[in-house]
């Protein structure tokens, strides 16, 4: 099998795969990690330009002109592919949950816990509160207040959202589910999340040793 026949295979799988993960997203069954459709589609999208390139210069004679061309758009693709996965990246890092772990009830029910940015991007009523949140934690930074016009918040004020939901197929998680409420931590907050199983069916997640910004709570029912 030549090397632009694996290449076109290869495609395919990835765009099979793709689509159907694409398709259970859409069905509220989301990948742990969700940066894979991001870097998927950007890999599928550089192996087609790469063939495509491959198949252009198939029209120049000189060997040497071919492979010296060929080699220029390798390296194309790659320094490209590279600053655009950093880019996908750092966007999946603000923009989506991140998986953190798994917990698992007495029974062998697991649950995966999710961390996001507190961006407050949901409606108004969400950003006051992130708001809210962010002065309460810059009231106990010392000296911090006075510098807030100048330099914004410091690093101390911003927080994270945790949220869980059941866990399926070692890969995935399961939005259907009923989870209700989420925790708010600060960023250097020494808060730990404390995971009570009400029953099999039901998780109870609080806050032990919250600190100033630090709040809420979540009921997963199985």
Not at 61 to 66: D, E, K, Q, S
Not at 124 to 139: G, H, K, N, P, V
């Amino acid at each position: 099998m030549t090397g632009g026949r694996l290449t076109l295979w290869i495609c395919i799988a990835l765009g099979v795969l793709l689509t159907i993960t694409t398709a259970l997203d859409r069905m509220g069954i989301k990948l742990l990690q969700q940066e894979f459709n991001l870097i998927g589609c950007l890999v599928l999208l550089m192996l087609l330009l790469g063939l495509g390139a491959f198949a252009l210069t198939k029209r120049v004679r000189a060997n040497v002109t071919r492979t010296f061309v060929r080699a220029v758009c390798v390296l194309a693709l790659l320094l490209g592919g590279t600053l655009l996965a950093a880019r996908l990246l750092q966007y999946g890092a603000l923009f989506y949950p991140q998986y953190r772990r798994t917990v698992a009830s007495p029974g062998g029910r697991e649950a995966v816990v999710l961390r996001q940015v507190d961006t407050g991007g949901e409606d108004e009523e969400s950003a006051q509160a992130m708001i809210r949140r962010m002065d309460t934690r810059l009231e106990n930074i010392e000296g911090a207040k006075e510098d807030l016009e100048e330099e914004g918040y410091p690093r101390g004020a911003y927080g994270y959202v945790f949220t869980m939901y059941p866990k399926m197929l070692g890969l995935f998680y399961d939005t259907r589910a009923e989870s209700e409420g989420a925790i708010y931590l600060g960023v250097e907050t020494n808060a730990k999340l404390h995971y009570d199983w009400v029953s099999e069916g039901e998780l109870h997640v609080t806050i032990d040793e919250a600190e100033p910004g630090d709040e809420g709570e979540i009921t997963l029912r199985f």
